[in-house]
């Protein structure tokens, strides 16, 4: 039988106001260490990230790449500060990430509260509400933006019989890529030449990954990336199962893509990703991805991605992740 589980220490949805910036968490240095543990939870092939002399070939400066997906973990695990109270979170947008991050340095996360809005209360669920947060995580080493993102998370209140008069309009988020809206995030500099091969995807096409992978280590990602939410690591704050850490599924849909078009260089950003049903440890994943559009930029080529997961789980079946991101590489 668990213990008795004491409700999360919040912030809850009526604690938070529209334009509050929270309390950062501890800034975090990623190194070789860090890096070998995602490996071996996500099991990433992109080559910038795994060989330290490709990555000075392709970025022409010195030190070995962290890859962006483990950057975006690690932001997303600063920004619960706002999220100790989680029951979901919605989707991400915007995500557009700005400076590639190498072997020891060190990144730090602002949290700001957008918008928030009351959910309508009803008799078979705890009082909740919706609260949309802006996060940019920055790197000390030498003051740049990294990343800048919006999150959509769903909060517990704190008093459930609360009115708190926040209705906002929340918008919602658009999946279309304008690749030439991506052009100026290519990183100056870099030459995918090495990276080069003879993988070619019409676009259009729709690859179906042919190995599936189980979703295991889901409590050592969220500790790896300080992610706060007891959903992530306590079945009790639940329905009694552990409710895997939405970023998992993308790490592992980032990795699936990889395998598929090896000539990646990186990713630059995600122009939507919605969770569309729980994931827990121990589902099996299949990744599905649909090349939309393709353009050549800075020497190498912009792609526009659609990456469909499903999980398999007691002999069932259900899409779980819709994502939209774009890459660029050879």
């Known amino acids: 039988m668990l213990p008795t589980v004491n409700r999360p220490t919040g912030p809850f949805f009526d604690d938070l106001t529209v334009g509050q910036t929270l309390n950062p968490a501890p800034a975090m240095t990623i190194g070789p260490g860090e890096a070998a543990t995602y490996q071996a939870i996500c099991g990433d092939p992109l080559a910038t990230t795994l060989s330290k002399p490709m990555a000075e070939a392709v970025t022409g400066a010195p030190g070995a790449l962290v890859n962006p997906a483990l950057v975006m973990h690690t932001s997303i695990g600063q920004s619960t500060v706002a999220t100790r109270a989680v029951i979901a979170n919605l989707f991400y947008r915007g995500v557009i990430l700005q400076k590639a991050v190498r072997h020891g340095e060190t990144l730090e996360t602002t949290v700001e509260i957008r918008g928030l809005r009351q959910l309508t209360a009803r008799p078979d669920r705890p009082a909740r509400g919706l609260a949309l ?114 970023g998992h599924t993308i790490g592992l849909a980032q990795a699936s893509l990889h395998r598929l078009m090896p000539s990646t260089a990186t990713v630059l950003g995600w122009q939507a990703c919605d969770h569309t049903r729980p994931v827990y440890e121990g589902d099996v994943l299949g990744c599905s991805h649909t090349l939309l559009d393709e353009r050549p930029a800075a020497g190498g ?20 992740l819709d994502w939209h991101l774009v890459t660029w590489g050879a």
């Open 133 to 246: 947060l802006g996060i940019t995580t920055t790197c000390l080493d030498d003051g740049d933006t990294v990343v800048e993102y919006e999150r959509c998370a769903m909060l517990h209140m704190r008093d459930p019989n609360a009115d708190t008069g926040h209705h906002d309009d929340l918008g919602g988020v658009d999946p279309q890529i304008n690749l030439s809206d991506w052009t100026g995030h290519i990183p100056t500099g870099w030459d995918p030449a090495p990276l080069a091969d003879n993988n070619q995807w019409e676009p259009g096409t729709t690859r179906i990954d042919p190995l599936r992978d189980t979703v295991t280590s889901a409590t050592e990602l969220v500790r790896l990336t300080q992610n706060l939410a007891p959903v992530h690591r306590d079945p009790a704050t639940g329905d009694g199962r552990r409710l895997v850490y939405g």
């Open 301 to 320: 080529n912009l792609r526009a991605f659609r990456v469909t997961v499903e999980a398999e789980r007691d002999d069932t079946v259900a899409p779980v």
